[in-house]
């Protein structure tokens, strides 16, 4: 069965760390690639997405992410947080063909001031 | 102003009560998702609709029913079947881009 794998449950970090937020699916065909933030009281808004060509993606807010088909990883990274991106992210998988939009267990991202 | 609405933000229910969540959509989006958000389990899809007249099972439909008779509309029934039903429910709806999300309704029986 197709699924996302988001390894962190939950992150810490001082700010001005830099991070990394790890995403995997299982899928090998073609599939589109998403990032989404939820914010405390907020709804679900997107980070960033990939579709095709360059794989390195940036988002809002000084996000990117990297696509490495071998490995059907989409990790995300940010060089140095804020204690505003405290937040939980989600990394979601569209598989075209199907019309299924898979997501990941999510990622609790706390930033110390 | 174009988005997703559902509708209630907070919904009681008895035990043994079926209850429909709404979900309206004026993005003139073809596909649309419902999830059951619960801490520390991410998203996980219900059912999903890619066209009107037309919707597929997700991972977790038992206990769930929708009807898609209009593109803007995409209704979810919990029923009595649904085991656990207390939780936070998201709509979503994506045309060729990305989705775009409701600000859920949370549902408790008691």
């Known amino acids: 069965a197709q699924s996302v794998s988001q390894h962190n449950h939950h992150v810490i970090l001082s700010e001005a760390a830099s991070l990394e937020l790890g995403c995997n699916y299982s899928?090998?065909?073609?599939?589109?690639l998403f990032w989404y933030v939820q914010y405390p009281g907020q709804h679900l808004q997107l980070l960033l997405k990939?579709?095709?060509?360059?794989?390195l993606v940036k988002g809002i807010k000084g996000f990117e992410a990297e696509f490495i088909k071998s490995k059907f990883s989409f990790n995300l990274r940010k060089p140095s947080v804020q204690w505003s991106d405290t937040a939980e992210y989600f990394c979601?998988?569209?598989?075209?063909?199907?019309?299924?939009?898979?997501f990941g267990q999510g990622t609790e991202l706390s930033v110390k001031p | 102003d174009g988005g997703i609405t559902q509708s209630p933000k907070y919904l009681f229910r008895k035990e043994g009560q079926n209850v429909t969540l709404s979900c309206e959509q004026n993005?003139?989006?073809?596909?649309m998702y419902w999830y059951r958000q619960d801490p520390g389990q991410g998203l996980r899809l219900i059912y999903y609709?890619?066209?009107?007249?037309?919707?597929q099972k997700g991972d977790i439909a038992e206990g769930y029913s929708v009807s898609r008779e209009k593109k803007e509309s995409f209704p979810l029934t919990v029923t009595s079947a649904q085991k656990n039903p207390t939780a936070f429910y998201l709509c979503?709806?994506?045309?060729?881009?990305?989705?775009?999300f409701g600000q859920g309704t949370r549902l408790t029986v008691v």
């Open positions: 609709s890619q066209i009107v007249n037309d919707f």
């Open positions: 899928y090998g065909g073609t599939v589109n």
């Open positions: 990939y579709f095709s060509g360059d794989p």
């Open positions: 979601a998988v569209n598989y075209p063909g199907e019309g299924k939009l898979i």
């Open positions: 993005l003139n989006h073809d596909a």
């Open positions: 979503a709806s994506s045309g060729r881009a990305e989705a775009f």
